[in-house]
């Protein structure tokens, strides 16, 4: 069983900055790609950005490019996701998961966290 927690959301100003963590654990976490989504009011969940426990190659969605950064601290099996050029359409309930990195790609995962808020301002 693998369980993923997030934080680190909350209120911040157009332009503003703010990191995101997701704690993981399971004895097979390992195994997983972890990624990061976001669901805006009224709107279907959507891919973040993904990265791999092992290597490098982090993936994202074209809307974040440039402005977020997923990375991931394995000896405290935490995934950060630093968000920076904050937009009032960034805003949504972020959530933290454990998948294949494929199918994350897609909008898919095994294990989801419960998800924490972003809220932007104008």
């Known amino acids: 069983q693998v369980q993923v927690v997030e934080s680190g959301g909350g209120l911040v100003q157009a332009g503003g900055s703010l990191r995101l963590s997701c704690a993981a654990s399971g004895r097979t976490i390992v195994s997983y790609a972890m990624g990061w989504f976001r669901q805006a009011p009224g709107k279907e969940r959507e891919f973040v950005a993904s990265?791999?426990?092992?290597?490098?190659?982090?993936y994202y969605a074209d809307s974040v490019k440039g402005r977020f950064t997923i990375s991931r601290d394995n000896a405290k099996n935490t995934v950060y996701l630093q968000m920076n050029s904050l937009q009032p359409d960034d805003t949504a309930l972020y959530y933290c998961?454990?998948?294949?990195?494929?199918?994350?790609?897609?909008?898919?995962?095994?294990?989801w966290g419960q998800g924490t808020q972003v809220t932007v301002s104008s």
């Open positions: 998961a454990a998948g294949d990195r494929i199918s994350m790609r897609a909008g898919h995962a095994e294990y």
């Open positions: 990265i791999p426990w092992g290597g490098t190659s982090t």
